[in-house]
């Protein structure tokens, strides 16, 4: 898992896809989609030839992981006889509209019978052999929700997946003094934003207020793929040792070309982190005061 993580990070697509066809052979057929198993954890994809097949991609991962993936859908389109996308209920409204594919919502408790070929949407990049930045940069659209001059869109939760990619409210708060804010995290926020009922539960809602930004500051959560996916200027704030998908060592990412990743660069230091964004953000909104 290492190597292929080190690979994927340094680009280097072709010894991530060996590793990872390496690891589709020695696998059981029999645990294939295994009912009982918990959905994260199973593997869908066998290998076999999807083109010119009626095809069912299945999202047993979480909301960003759909997002991130769901660049892939209409070049899985291209070569298949059909595309059904069984995702989570609340993004059907957000990929109802990729071409070439139908979607429908993921019932865990009675998902769809498998078609010709199916496939996990995180399988899809080494299905395809194709790297994230060969793909349509901007695969999500939304209404741009109308906001004052300059807003920034924050979101410091990550939801119960890993509490450490979190960052307390607080430290965002000299972020508000410079700008107009909105929170994208649910809930009452103490911050002094534009919305301190915080950020609706609705996917579309969340979308728009993302298009509408000037920028998006959050860390390694659905919003920050959500704000990829828009191609909206977006910095990701992350641990020292991220999720696979992010080079701590790089201030870019292939997977979204208007995104900038601010690193930790000790475990559990957030202020030099929030410091450096402070630092860029002045630099930024000068720039943008100049326009």
Not at 37 to 51: L, N, S, T
Not at 90 to 104: F, H, S, T, Y
Not at 139 to 149: D, F, H, M, N, Q
Not at 252 to 273: C, F, I, K, N, S
């Amino acid at each position: 898992m290492r190597q292929w993580i080190e690979a994927m990070r340094a680009e280097r697509y072709d010894v991530a896809w060996s590793l990872a066809a390496k690891i589709l052979g020695e696998r059981d057929p029999a645990t294939r989609d295994q009912p009982g198993a918990p959905y994260h954890q199973r593997w869908v994809w066998d290998g076999r030839d999807f083109e010119g097949r009626h095809v069912l991609v299945r999202c047993y991962h979480g909301l960003g992981d759909t997002i991130q993936f769901a660049r892939y859908l209409p070049l899985l389109a291209d070569c298949t006889a059909s595309v059904t996308l069984e995702a989570q209920p609340g993004l059907v409204p957000l990929l109802r509209d990729v071409p070439g594919i139908a979607v429908v919502p993921f019932d865990p408790t009675a998902p769809l019978p498998a078609f010709e070929c199916d496939i996990e949407i995180t399988e899809l990049d080494f299905a395809l052999r194709i790297a994230p930045d060969a793909t349509q940069p901007a695969y999500i659209k939304a209404t741009r929700a109308v906001l004052p001059r300059g807003t920034i869109a924050l979101c410091n939760g990550a939801g119960g997946w890993d509490a450490g990619r979190g960052i307390p409210e607080a430290l965002f708060k000299s972020l508000c003094a410079a700008t107009p804010c909105i929170t994208m995290m649910p809930g009452p926020s103490a911050l002094p934003v534009l919305n301190p009922t915080g950020c609706p539960l609705d996917m579309e809602v969340t979308a728009s207020l993302l298009a509408g930004a000037e920028l998006v500051i959050t860390v390694d959560t659905m919003i920050a793929h959500l704000a990829g996916a828009l191609c909206r200027p977006t910095w990701l704030l992350l641990q020292a040792e991220p999720d696979w998908r992010w080079n701590p060592g790089r201030p870019d990412t292939p997977w979204y070309p208007t995104m900038r990743l601010y690193a930790q660069p000790e475990p559990g230091d957030w202020a030099t982190v929030i410091a450096a964004v402070a630092r860029d953000l002045t630099s930024h909104l000068a720039k943008t005061t100049e326009r």
